[in-house]
């Protein structure tokens, strides 16, 4: 079942589109401010999210431009104001539709169901091969940002996620600590190889059978790991 984010500070609005979209056979979460709204934007998968654009603590322009560097799921944008609207358009933020209130329930559902048949098919077969990784049981969609381990999704952080992805690009190679962390984390980072060191074993946690045997990424004693292919 598609699973549906509103980012809507009105509740009325909130409601309306809740019973119409779980009507459908949507599966949908409400949050009335923006920042609560972006914090499970990036911590949790939803399949499309619709965003109002005046919302308080952090508004819609912010939270989709946040979303779209994690993130490409469907973002459809909702707002009062036309002008608003050819705003956002302008901005190029990455919002997939503009919806201007009021607008009818069946509409919106339509529209919705229409994004997630397109994004379902990109997702599918309709990426580009070198977008996805597959390495037996592991499945990483870097257009998407997301991660199966036999079949099943996990949820990475930005650092486990690019740490992974990094490894999995380049497997059989060895790799020290510091390599990876100057690859991973910047400059101004704070941390140091141990901080590798964790990530790794929080990474095996979510990717590996029995942690202490690992299966993906191995540890070469004394010098760093290798992701084994
Ligand atoms: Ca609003």
């Given at each position: 079942m598609s699973k549906i984010l509103i980012i809507e500070d009105e509740e009325a609005i909130a409601d309306l589109e809740r019973d119409y979209l779980e009507l459908s056979g949507f599966e949908v979460e409400v949050e009335y401010r923006g920042d609560t709204g972006l914090k499970r934007s990036l911590e949790e998968q939803f399949d499309l999210i619709i965003l109002?654009?005046?919302?308080?603590?952090?508004?819609g322009f912010e939270i989709c431009q946040r979303i779209r560097e994690e993130k490409n799921i469907p973002i459809m944008m909702v707002s009062a104001k036309k002008e608003d609207i050819d705003k956002i358009r302008g901005l190029g933020l990455g919002a997939d539709d503009y919806i201007t209130k009021p607008f009818s329930p069946s509409e919106l559902v339509a529209r919705v169901k229409a994004h997630l048949e397109r994004y379902n098919r990109l997702v599918g077969s309709g990426m580009p091969k070198n977008e996805i990784i597959e390495i037996r049981g592991l499945k990483i969609d870097k257009t998407a940002r997301r991660v199966w381990v036999n079949g099943e999704e996990k949820t990475f952080t930005t650092k486990e996620y690019d740490l992974l992805t990094f490894l999995a690009e380049n497997p059989n190679r060895v790799f020290k600590k510091d390599e990876l962390f100057r690859e991973i984390w910047d400059m101004e980072s704070v941390g140091d190889i141990a901080t590798v060191t964790v990530h790794i074993k929080k990474i095996r946690e979510k990717i590996e059978f029995n942690s202490a045997k690992p299966q993906y990424i191995e540890t070469i004693w004394g010098i760093g790991y290798r992701f084994k292919i």
């Open positions: 109002d654009l005046m919302l308080p603590e952090i508004d």
